[in-house]
């Protein structure tokens, strides 16, 4: 089976760095995925990693260690509109599988909490 | 911006009844996903959807689960029988193509209440 690891929560303050980790267990990895998913919310694409290192899209970097089976997510210079559940999630094989799409498998998220 | 659309927002049914999730995906893209998020938890994989047939499905898809693209835009769901804990957020999602980012497209979702 697959297992991803993340904390269920974190506390920034506005304007500072925070990271959240991710651990997996898979059989199989393609890559790793961030997704920002607000309240009532439909996830959102933030990043994607498939060989070793880091990643930076604006305000967000995402890293990867495949020997170590570990991502994290780092969001610099917090806004309050970043309040928010951030979800790791894998492409990995499945069962059944035709080829083509991959399905994501989803860690249980990080609800993020930005303070004033 | 283009972007994933789905119907119903919110489906209330009674437990046995059928019920059909619709969604239109991005127009130029590809590969199709269909995912649940009960309320409070994480998302999970139901299934993948590539040149009209099944690409990948989860231990979730079961007989009681079904997918079809009846047309040249929509994307559909079906349980055909609905037990209490069908009870959830349904997103279907998708992708224009099996790139780099592998980025995949989410709809708004429909929230289905079985009852």
């Known amino acids: 089976g697959q297992s991803l690891e993340q904390p269920s929560e974190v506390t920034a303050v506005e304007g500072a760095i925070v990271q959240i980790n991710c651990t997996y267990q898979?059989?199989?990895?393609?890559?790793l995925s961030w997704y920002q998913q607000h309240d009532g919310g439909a996830p959102t694409f933030l990043s994607y990693?498939?060989?070793?290192g880091l990643e930076e899209t604006g305000r967000f970097s995402s890293f990867l260690s495949r020997s170590d089976s570990y991502g994290y997510l780092l969001l610099q210079e917090l806004q309050m509109k970043d309040s928010a559940s951030y979800f790791c999630?894998?492409?990995?094989?499945?069962?059944?599988?035709?080829?083509?799409?991959?399905?994501?498998?989803f860690g249980k998220g990080t609800h993020l909490i930005i303070q004033p | 911006e283009p972007e994933v659309t789905q119907t119903p927002s919110h489906q209330v049914t009674q437990m046995g009844q059928e019920v059909i999730l619709r969604c239109v995906p991005i127009?130029?893209?590809?590969?199709f996903y269909w995912y649940r998020q009960i309320l409070g938890q994480k998302v999970e994989f139901l299934v993948s959807?590539?040149?009209?047939?099944?690409?990948?499905k989860s231990e979730i898809f079961d007989d009681q689960f079904s997918v079809e693209r009846p047309d040249g835009s929509n994307f559909t769901l079906k349980i055909r029988s609905t037990k209490l804990e069908d009870s959830a957020m349904y997103f279907c999602?998708?992708?224009?193509?099996?790139?780099?980012?592998?980025?995949?497209?989410f709809g708004p979702g429909t929230r289905l209440t079985v009852l």
């Open positions: 898979t059989s199989g990895f393609y890559g």
């Open positions: 127009s130029n893209h590809l590969y």
């Open positions: 959807f590539y040149n009209n047939e099944i690409s990948e």
């Open positions: 990693n498939a060989l070793d």
């Open positions: 999602a998708s992708s224009e193509a099996l790139g780099q980012s592998n980025e995949q497209f």
């Open positions: 999630a894998v492409r990995v094989p499945r069962m059944y599988s035709g080829g083509g799409a991959d399905g994501l498998t």
